[in-house]
């Protein structure tokens, strides 16, 4: 089933996003969205619903694309600080996370955390340091 437009839009919005990130984090989480957005095209209701609440906002927390919004202009306004991305996850969230998410999770740490930031992206990315 093909995504409605609403999700189209999110997604987009996030890859615009992610242009105002440091390159490295760009092309990591550049290849992150576009991996899970691709992976629920065809999700039945359940699934597809539980994609989207960690996408969207809720009245308890910002969806992705409000907070990595707001850290970037927090990095603009303050270009001599260093800004963190993204959030810390509590153990009460870890502990809902399936294995392959845990996985996951491990894989984008490892990435990130690599000493010579070098970033092996995806075909349809162009190439970045």
Do not use: C
């Amino acid at each position: 089933a093909a995504m409605p437009g609403g999700v189209r839009g999110l997604y987009r919005r996030i890859l615009l996003l992610h242009r105002a990130l440091p390159g490295a984090l760009r092309a990591l989480g550049d290849r992150y969205v576009k991996e899970e957005f691709r992976k629920h095209k065809a999700a039945g209701p359940a699934e597809a619903q539980r994609f989207l609440r960690e996408w969207e906002a809720s009245a308890r927390r910002p969806n992705y694309a409000a907070l990595i919004e707001k850290q970037v202009n927090e990095d603009k306004q303050n270009p001599r600080e260093k800004t963190v991305y993204g959030i810390q996850l509590t153990e009460e969230k870890l502990n809902d996370f399936r294995d392959e998410q845990i996985g996951q999770l491990k894989e984008l740490m490892d990435e990130a955390t690599k000493p010579n930031k070098k970033i092996t992206i995806s075909k349809d990315s162009e190439h970045r340091r």
